[in-house]
């Protein structure tokens, strides 16, 4: 074998031994997803399983392929097709990238904007799981509601918004958000003239005043009378107020006390309001 010169680029056998490939979400699950669904049945519902097998199969075989050519030279090659899951990294880029234009056109020019955050308390993680689609369509409409009925009280301008729900943190962990992108101005209520926000000094009272509507909301449950039930939730618990210091405050319903459960709820239940630049950052 003859020796390498000492400026030389590495041999491809060298090459990956040093530099290993990046192992892939698809890899590790092509590895680790029957096993996980054998150990955790109940976790593993048909909806998870499907879309573990989507992110196991994209951009393989399994899933056919499609030939593209050069127009010019002629060159042809082969890909294999993507599975199109909105959970999937291979497939987001484009459709991020696609969203991202479009809602920058959402954007009104000189126009100062808020972001809003609101985070679903940690203990209705589990809750939030086995029912995605009533907790996660009951957090995006007690934000909103939130958002209305703040800036309506407090603005007094017809509010709007921008709303994405995130469903889990950078450890993928189950954490439900939502991000609100709010314009810091609207039609007045009165009048319909075009009316700028005043900035909220006080974020912390903003954020109680939110948090307040959003805790609210959460603890109807919308129409939806089994969430209602799962939450422990009564219409005649508690009443929450704001009082002379900011401070958030709980007023007992008739029955004279309160759930454990729905105060921890009203404690952890996180709101933040940031100024936000439309360009980014």
């Not at 075989?61 to 993507?82: D, T």
């Not at 939030?128 to 409409?141: D, I, M, S």
């Not at 962990?173 to 700028?196: I, M, T």
């Not at 449950?221 to 900011?246: F, M, R, T």
Request: glycine share 6%.
């Amino acid at each position: 074998m003859a020796a390498a010169e000492p400026n030389a680029e590495p041999t491809p056998e060298l090459a990956t031994a040093q530099s290993p490939a990046k192992l892939t979400v698809a890899q590790i699950l092509t590895r680790s997803a029957a096993a996980y669904v054998a150990q955790y049945p109940r976790q593993a519902v048909p909806q998870v399983q499907s879309t573990l097998a989507k992110l196991s199969l994209c951009r393989t075989a399994a899933l056919g392929e499609r030939y593209l050519a050069c127009v010019q030279c002629e060159y042809e090659c082969m890909v294999y097709n993507s599975c199109g899951d909105r959970h999937c990294p291979q497939c987001s880029g484009a459709k991020r990238s696609n969203w991202l234009d479009a809602s920058h056109k959402l954007i009104l020019a000189g126009v100062d904007h808020y972001q809003v955050v609101f985070t679903l308390p940690s203990q209705l993680s589990r809750l939030a799981l086995g029912n995605r689609r009533q907790l996660y369509k009951l957090l995006f409409r007690a934000a909103w509601l939130a958002l209305k009925e703040t800036i309506e009280a407090e603005q007094g301008f017809d509010p709007a918004g921008l709303m994405v729900l995130h469903t889990w943190n950078q450890q993928l962990e189950a954490h439900a958000h939502v991000h609100a992108v709010v314009p810091g101005g609207g039609p007045a209520l009165v009048g319909g003239q075009w009316k700028q926000a005043i900035a909220p000094d006080e974020i912390n009272h903003a954020c109680n005043a939110l948090r307040v509507c959003c805790v609210a909301a959460l603890r109807y449950g919308g129409a939806n009378q089994d969430i209602i039930a799962k939450l422990g939730n009564s219409p005649e618990l508690c009443d929450y107020v704001i009082d002379a210091n900011d401070q958030l405050k709980l007023t007992v319903g008739n029955d004279g006390e309160l759930l454990p459960f729905a105060k921890s709820i009203i404690e952890k239940l996180h709101c933040e309001i940031r100024k936000q630049n439309p360009n980014g950052g």
